[in-house]
């Protein structure tokens, strides 16, 4: 089963293409990265995998389900994708326990444990408010691993992090592809998409070409 397929797909917006002919097909159990300059459409391609979006035409299938037909939104997902909407006089941990209320599939103790494999005191109580940009970067990533999800789709997932926590998110997301999970990373930081990527691709004025070299054996 392939984990994304995207067939023919396009989007205008204003008469301006977006995503010019999205030809896609990625396997389950790897890891995808998307290079692209700002405004090389790589998060709207993004916003389109996780059904944020809706083709102007073309199909997008998620594990062989149909967006916008078999369902609404990839059933098994997390994701970064620009700021996350935490509510900033909530602690972290209070946070992600009402995100993980709406599906209700892990307890407080699995949530404090995605909060500590980010390097994050999981009883810190301080709001998010005073969290540092590095901290509140941290959380997002841990809400998109918590509940163990079939697809993770980051962008610019290591923005604001310090050298060790980059070493640190990068050792957590191999350890996910290592659990079966697919994970898609665009970023302009090519070090991180030549570390942890599988298979590349580069997104320049709405299309997307395979990128050659420097991939991690």
């Known amino acids: 089963m392939k984990a994304i397929r995207m067939i023919h797909v396009n989007k205008e917006i204003k008469g301006r293409p977006i995503l010019n002919d999205i030809n896609l097909s990625l396997d389950s159990s790897r890891i995808y990265g998307f290079l692209g300059r700002n405004g090389s459409g790589k998060t709207m391609l993004f916003r389109a995998i996780c059904g944020l979006i809706?083709?102007?035409?073309?199909?997008?299938?998620?594990?062989?389900?149909?967006?916008?037909?078999?369902?609404?939104?990839?059933?098994?997902?997390?994701?970064?994708?620009?700021?996350?909407?935490?509510?900033?006089q909530y602690s972290g941990l209070e946070n992600l326990k009402y995100i993980a209320s709406i599906k209700n599939i892990i307890d407080e103790e699995q949530i404090k444990r995605s909060i500590a494999r980010l390097g994050l005191d999981p009883d810190d109580k301080r709001s998010y408010s005073k969290y540092s940009l590095g901290m509140k970067q941290k959380l997002g990533i841990a809400q998109a691993i918590m509940e163990r999800p079939d697809l993770i789709v980051l962008d610019e997932p290591t923005n604001s992090i310090d050298e060790e926590g980059v070493k640190s998110v990068r050792h957590i997301l191999l350890e996910e592809k290592q659990r079966g999970a697919t994970i898609l990373i665009a970023s302009h930081n090519k070090e991180d998409i030549d570390y942890l990527?599988?298979?590349?691709?580069?997104?320049?004025?709405?299309?997307?070409t395979k990128y050659q070299g420097g991939l991690r054996k």
């Open 54 to 88: 809706k083709p102007t035409s073309g199909e997008i299938y998620v594990f062989d389900k149909k967006l916008g037909s078999d369902i609404s939104f990839p059933e098994s997902l997390g994701v970064i994708i620009e700021n996350v909407g935490f509510w900033p």
């Open 197 to 208: 990527s599988d298979e590349k691709f580069k997104m320049e004025n709405g299309l997307l």
